[in-house]
Structure formats: structure tokens, C-alpha cells
């Protein structure tokens, strides 16, 4: 149809570029600041280099009790990355069939999706906090909160990332082939044993993901925790406390921090689910070659 | 054993003849739809527990009293005779929630066309002219990383370029375009609809991407040979088949600017006010049925936006 490459190829091409640049290059230049020498300020040019605000950072001298909302975080978002794996796979399973509420719970997860993540918030503060009244009134006066991070805040993550683990699974079983999953029980596997060697094994890589989502969402989740997450604060939430008062490269070293976290979970997750595609690939199909 | 043996072996030591455990299984059969209840049941409770009782608690607690400290659980419409105080006084001039919801409005309207016209066509380079699949899936994740990071920080990262002693106004300044610094960059509604626009072009790449790339190429083949022009292809292939991306990309970018008060509280200076940023503000004073009635007319608003664009589309059939 074409010989060689159209003119709007090209433009686009540097139009996607520039893209990538945009979404990329504000990232880079705090990254590159927090390596500010002691003097350094908040903007460029580079006041020498160092790693002092990093270390300010861990020697707890600093802006933020950095270590213990560090662990919070990193405990929330381990948490909510298990219980959406989880709950997600199950779902996922439960929608290869009919069944009733079928609809309710898929439209449960597009609204819980765009519904703006403040009134979620509001609502489950406003729900702990009318329990806790409940409790007060009827059972100890003394009770303090049930709102906490691994309560109220919780809940509020995953009412994020649960819709995310939901839709990826509805793409994992829009390709894949049932009757391998056919094959297993006719081979006398109890369903369960034809989950456990058969479809979870296929389906492993994209797991991986959602729990990719899953981790990653927690740990940078803001508006849904900003109202439920009781009187502990996350590390996001820290560091959004800290834009309107810092002003020093504390900000940006925090943020290197977290991100750095980040990268490595994405790193990790996106290592895995490479060498598993390999493996698939390589060993995964063994048709024609007489099973067992 | 062959290699495929091994595998499986590996695998799934159940199905190997002579392990046995796949006859020895259970006779009971749990049914079927008992089986759906077990997996779906979970995931339905968090949903009931920390997103649906919440919504209606939301309803609820808009109709309470209250007074400067607490929650007076009983009837009262001062929730919404307070945020909507002045609204008719002041007329012919808009109210504070009227002005409010206008700017929000706009805010929604700028950040929703430039994310749009970046995503389309971020999509349309991803989805048609990059052929190998190996460099899709690159750039595709290129894409994607920075939605895995964290929000605030891809806000900040604003500040050492937009700032009053920023690389743009230095940068301006050493070109002799301008001899003092430009105050609007930062903590302003251009650097609000910048972030905005900076984080969420995402949420338009991926679906515009998803319905292109169902795109069947014959199509455009069909079109091109019976003579219509690049453009016209555009316009009357691709777009429309393009729809259902465009709207459920279109739904996220509104519902998420309807609702934000992070972007717009740090990258507007706390300054600008929006739908999302008032009922954060009602909460801070503790003034929960008010900001629960705030809640209550932005999830309205909210809604209408959606049903509105979901009568153009199907959203169910396009997952």
C-alpha cells in the first residue's frame, strides 16, 4: 500500500516525543535536585552535588518522621497488594460464568472507579465515625476509634485498586482459551486442581500485574486516604503536607525516596512477568508432543 | 522423563498418572453458583462495606444539623441552605457555589480537550504507526510508568521549572523576552491545568489505544483505495470507531478533575477554589453535614456528566 514511511509518521513521532519528554522531564529534574549540595536551594542551577538531603532524610533530623510513615506505607501496601490479588483472581474466576448480582458487582467497581475519590473518602470517615459514636454511646465510653490505617484506610484503598485488579481480569479471561481449563477436568482435575495447574499458571504474568496496580496504587494513594486514613499519615500524605512549607530540597530527596521505591516494585514486577512470558513461551506449549 | 514431562512435573505434580491425587479427589461438589457467591462474595463486601454504605451515609448525614464541634444527628437542610447562602440574594450575580462550579467547569472543559487531543494522538502513533509489536509494547509501558508513580511528586516536579527563579522564567529572561519574572507560571491556573493535563493524559491514551489497535486495518486499507484522503480516513473511520475509547477516556479525565482538590490545592497555591477542594475545606471545620451535602451535589453533577456520555456509548460491552 506504502512505500517507506508516510510525512505523518514523522510528526507524529516527534509529537510522541515531545510527549515523553513532558511526561518525563519535571520527574528527572527533581530526582537530579535532590542531589543539591548542602547549600543547595529549590531551584536549578545546582548548588554542588551531594547526598545530604537524602541523608537528612534517614537520619530523621528532618522534615517528616520519615521511618515510621516509610513503614506504614510500605505495610498498607503490601496489604492491599495481597488482598487485591486475591479478591480480584476470585471475581475474575466468578465472571467466566453467570451469576446473580453479576452486574450489581461490576457496576459497583465502575462507580467505585469515578465516583471522585473525596466523597468515597468523606464517606467512609463519615461511616467509621458514626460507628465509633455507636460504640461510645452503647458499649464503651471510653472506645477511642476504629479509624486506622489498616481499617478505615484499608477499605479506602482498595475501593481504588480492586476496580483496576476487576478489569484486568476481565481482560486476562477475554483471551483465554477455556478449553485448556476443559482439558485439566477431563483429565479428572477437581476444579480446583485445574486452577491451581492450569489457569493459574497461565495467567501468572498478568497476576503479577494487579498486584503491580495493586501496590503501586497504595503506595502513592492520596484523595481516598486523605480523609479516611484515621490520625497516622501515609507518606504521600506527608509529603503533601510538606508542599506548602518547605523550602529546601527535603522535598525533593523525600520524593526521590518514593519513587525510587517505586521504580524498584515496577522493576521487579515488570522483571517477572518477563522471565515468566519466557518461560511460557519456551517451555509453556508442549501440543503434539503427547502429554504425559 | 522428556523436557515436556518435566515441566508439567513441575507444574503440576497432581496430574502426573501414579501421583494419584487427582482420583483420590473429594466426591462432593460444591454448586455452581454457591462457587460464584465464594469468589465474587469478597470483593462485593469491601465494595458494600467502604464504598456503598459510605454513599449512603454521604446522603444521609447531608440532612443533619450541626454546630460548630459535632454531628447533630437529626433533620435539617442547612447543609445545602448553607452552601447555597446568597444564591438567590445576589442574582443577578452568580453565588460562591455558583462561581465555584464554574470555574470548576472550566477547569474540567480546558483539561479534558488537551488531554483529548494529546491522547488521540499519542494513541493514534502507538496504535497505527508503530508496527512492531516489541516497540508497541515499549512505548506503550514508557506511558504507563509514570502513572505508577507517585502524583505529588510529578506535581512538585513542577516547581523547580515554573517557579519564580524556575529554568523557564531564567530561561526567558536570559533571551531578553521578558525582564522580570512571570508570576502565573506557578501556583496558578496554568500550572493547575499543566498538572492536570500532566497527569491524566494517561487515562485517555489507554482506552483511545484500546479501541484503535481493535481498529481492523482492512478498513483503512478499504477506505484508502476507494480514494479518500488521509484526513477523511480520519474523520470518518477512525474516529468514529474510535468512539467508545474517546468516551470512557473522556469520563475518567471529567469525573477525576470534578473531583480533585490535591492538584488543584497544591498546584493552585491553596488558592483557587473547586468543587472538590470545598468539601476538603467543610471537612477541615468539621462542618460534615455541609461538606456532605457538597459531596452530594458534585456526585449529581458528576452523574449527569456521565449518563450524558455513556447514552453516546455502551460501556459495558466495550470492556
Redesign the interface.
Given at each position: 500500500?506504502k512505500e517507506g514511511?508516510?510525512r505523518?509518521?514523522y510528526v507524529?513521532?516527534i509529537?510522541?516525543a515531545a510527549?515523553?519528554l513532558?511526561?518525563?522531564?519535571?520527574?528527572i529534574?527533581?530526582y537530579v535536585?535532590s542531589f543539591q549540595g548542602p547549600q543547595g536551594?529549590?531551584?536549578?542551577p545546582m548548588n554542588g552535588v551531594s547526598t545530604f538531603w537524602i541523608a537528612k532524610l534517614f537520619q530523621g533530623t528532618g522534615i517528616v518522621d520519615l521511618g515510621a510513615a516509610f513503614r506504614r506505607s510500605l505495610l498498607l501496601g503490601v496489604i492491599v497488594m495481597i488482598v487485591t490479588v486475591?479478591?480480584?483472581v476470585?471475581?475474575g474466576?466468578?465472571?467466566r460464568?453467570k451469576?446473580?448480582?453479576?452486574s450489581?458487582?461490576?457496576y459497583?467497581?465502575?462507580?467505585?472507579l469515578?465516583?471522585?475519590?473525596?466523597?468515597?473518602s468523606?464517606?467512609?470517615?463519615?461511616?467509621f465515625?458514626?460507628i465509633d459514636?455507636l460504640i461510645k454511646a452503647h458499649w464503651n465510653e471510653n472506645f477511642e476509634t476504629s479509624m486506622g490505617l489498616l481499617t478505615?484506610g484499608l477499605?479506602?484503598h482498595?475501593?481504588w485498586t480492586?476496580p483496576f485488579g476487576?478489569?484486568i481480569m476481565?481482560a486476562i479471561f477475554n483471551r483465554f482459551d477455556p478449553r485448556l481449563e476443559e482439558a485439566?477436568r477431563d483429565?479428572?482435575?477437581?476444579?480446583w486442581?485445574a486452577f491451581?495447574?492450569?489457569v493459574l499458571?497461565i495467567i501468572l504474568p498478568s497476576v503479577i500485574g494487579i498486584g503491580?496496580?495493586g501496590f503501586?496504587?497504595s503506595?502513592?494513594e492520596?484523595?481516598r486516604s486523605?480523609?479516611a486514613i484515621g490520625a497516622v499519615n501515609t507518606l504521600?500524605l506527608d509529603?503533601?503536607g510538606l508542599?506548602?512549607t518547605v523550602t529546601n530540597p527535603d522535598?525533593?530527596a523525600l520524593?526521590t525516596v518514593?519513587?525510587a521505591v517505586?521504580?524498584t516494585?515496577?522493576s521487579l514486577a515488570?522483571g517477572t512477568i518477563h522471565v515468566l512470558n519466557k518461560r511460557q513461551a519456551a517451555?509453556g506449549s508442549?501440543a503434539g508432543?503427547g502429554?504425559? | 522423563m522428556d523436557m515436556s514431562e518435566e515441566v508439567l512435573q513441575q507444574a503440576s505434580p497432581g496430574l502426573i498418572p501414579g501421583s494419584g491425587t487427582a482420583r483420590a479427589a473429594k466426591p462432593t461438589r460444591l454448586s455452581p453458583s454457591f462457587v460464584s457467591w465464594l469468589q465474587a462474595g469478597p470483593m462485593m463486601l469491601v465494595f458494600l462495606a467502604f464504598f456503598l454504605i459510605p454513599l449512603v451515609f454521604v446522603v444521609i448525614v447531608s440532612f443533619w444539623d450541626y454546630n460548630e464541634y459535632q454531628l447533630l444527628p437529626a433533620f435539617s437542610g442547612r447543609g445545602y441552605t448553607d452552601t447555597f447562602e446568597g444564591c438567590i440574594a445576589q442574582l443577578p450575580d452568580l453565588c460562591t457555589i455558583g462561581k465555584t462550579y464554574l470555574k470548576t467547569l472550566k477547569l474540567c472543559f480546558l483539561v479534558w480537550a488537551m488531554t483529548l487531543f494529546i491522547g488521540f494522538w499519542v494513541a493514534y502513533f502507538l496504535a497505527f504507526h508503530v508496527k512492531s509489536k516489541t516497540w508497541q509494547m515499549g512505548l506503550s509501558l514508557l506511558c504507563t510508568i509514570p502513572f505508577w508513580t507517585s502524583n505529588v511528586i510529578r506535581m512538585i516536579a513542577w516547581i523547580p521549572l515554573l517557579g519564580r527563579n524556575g529554568l523557564v522564567n531564567s530561561g526567558l529572561i536570559k533571551t531578553g523576552l521578558i525582564n522580570h519574572p512571570v508570576e502565573w507560571l506557578l501556583f496558578s491556573e496554568f500550572s493547575v491545568v499543566l498538572a492536570l493535563v500532566h497527569l491524566f493524559t494517561f487515562f485517555m491514551v489507554v482506552p483511545i489505544f484500546n479501541s484503535m489497535v481493535r481498529i481492523d486495518k482492512s478498513l483503512i486499507e478499504a477506505a484508502y483505495d476507494a480514494g479518500a484522503t488521509g484526513f477523511q480516513t480520519l474523520v470518518n473511520v477512525i474516529i468514529p470507531l474510535a468512539k467508545p475509547g474517546i468516551v470512557i477516556g473522556s469520563i475518567f479525565v471529567i469525573t477525576i478533575v470534578m473531583g480533585d482538590f490535591i492538584t488543584i490545592g497544591v498546584m493552585g497555591g491553596q488558592q483557587i477554589a473547586a468543587a472538590g477542594k470545598i468539601i476538603e475545606t467543610r471537612v477541615n471545620a468539621l462542618q460534615f453535614p455541609a461538606a456532605a451535602a457538597n459531596a452530594v451535589i458534585l456526585l449529581i453533577i458528576t452523574f449527569l456528566i456521565i449518563t450524558m456520555m455513556s447514552r453516546i456509548v455502551d460501556i459495558k460491552k466495550e470492556l
Open positions: 500500500m514511511r508516510p505523518s509518521f507524529l513521532a509529537f510522541f510527549y515523553t513532558f511526561l518525563y522531564g519535571p520527574m529534574a527533581i535536585l536551594g529549590l531551584t536549578f486475591v479478591l480480584s476470585a471475581a474466576m466468578a465472571f460464568r451469576f446473580k448480582a453479576q450489581i458487582l461490576f459497583s467497581a465502575i462507580a467505585s469515578i465516583v471522585p475519590s473525596i466523597i468515597t468523606l464517606g467512609i470517615s463519615l461511616e465515625r458514626i459514636d478505615s477499605g479506602a482498595l475501593t480492586l476487576l478489569l476481565f485439566a483429565l479428572g482435575a477437581t476444579p486442581q491451581r495447574h492450569v499458571p503491580l496496580f503501586t496504587l503506595w502513592d492520596l484523595a486523605s480523609q504521600p509529603l503533601q508542599t506548602t522535598i525533593y520524593g518514593i519513587s517505586s521504580f516494585v515496577i515488570l517451555k508442549d508432543k502429554l504425559v | -
